[in-house]
T-cell receptor
Framework: EAGVTQSPTHLIKTRGQQATLRCSPI?????VYWYQQALGLGLQFLLW???????NRGNFPPRFSGRQFPNYSSELNVNALELEDSALYLC?????????????FGPGTRLTVT | AQSVTQLDSHVSVSEGTPVLLRCNYS??????LFWYVQHPNKGLQLLLK??????LVKGINGFEAEFKKSETSFHLTKPSAHMSDAAEYFC?????????????FGRGTSLIVHP
């Protein structure tokens, strides 16, 4: 069974540009979560999609947005990039929604903003 | 509201000695608790989880954790460290507060294993 995949592996952008990150969940998983892992800050929750709808978002500005497609894959868009957006962006999927269901993580996309 | 505190940012052990990574949590509901491991430049992998069944939970690679409600702790242990255990470990709490189902991650503990 294929795990969660993310693309691209690395992404280099300049300040003010837009970045698009993609995630494919494990087959059968309908929930997709996005996290930002900046150096020294741990994992910060960004967005949660389930059944094509945005269910929750973390404490991030509106220039962080995304969507979930009918096949449950997802993309994260970051507009007007700032230097502090440089981080590892992790996508996770889960089979069902609920606090007791573990998340399965992809390898991440390393975004560097110069 | 839920929160989690990993009491040590770094833990250093010698190969073959026991490992203890400490985690305290706070939750208004009956929480689910998880430990994940992250090796360098990799995503997170689930080690084990507690969901109100047995309080002693066994995970992969010889790790286990004990849920202690009275102490609001969920410490991760392993009897004998291996070099391959060197990684970042995250304690995670999740409950149904507000129906959000969004887990809260600890800041992580870096496990260093010396030969």
């Amino acid at each position: 069974e294929a795990g969660v995949t993310q693309s691209p592996t690395h992404l280099i952008k300049t300040r003010g540009q837009q970045a698009t990150l993609r995630c494919s969940p494990i087959s059968g998983h309908t929930s997709v979560y996005w996290y930002q892992q900046a150096l020294g800050l741990g994992l910060q929750f960004l967005l949660w999609y389930d059944e094509g709808e945005e269910r929750n978002r973390g404490n991030f500005p509106p220039r962080f947005s995304g969507r979930q497609f009918p096949n449950y894959s997802s993309e994260l868009n970051v507009n007007a990039l700032e230097l502090e957006d440089s981080a590892l962006y992790l996508c996770a999927s889960s089979y069902l929604r609920g606090p007791s269901y573990e998340q399965y993580f992809g390898p991440g996309t390393r975004l560097t903003v110069t | 509201a839920q929160s989690v505190t990993q009491l040590d940012s770094h833990v250093s052990v010698s190969e073959g000695t026991p490992v203890l990574l400490r985690c305290n949590y706070s939750s208004s509901y009956s929480p689910s608790l998880f430990w994940y491991v992250q090796h360098p430049n990799k995503g997170l992998q689930l080690l084990l989880k507690y969901t109100s069944a047995a309080t002693l939970v066994k995970g992969i690679n010889g790790f286990e954790a004990e849920f202690k409600k009275s102490e609001t702790s969920f410490h991760l242990t392993k009897p004998s460290a291996h070099m391959s255990d060197a990684a970042e470990y995250f304690c995670v709490v999740s409950d149904a507060s507000g129906g959000s189902y969004i887990p809260t991650f600890g800041r992580g503990t870096s496990l260093i294993v010396h030969p």
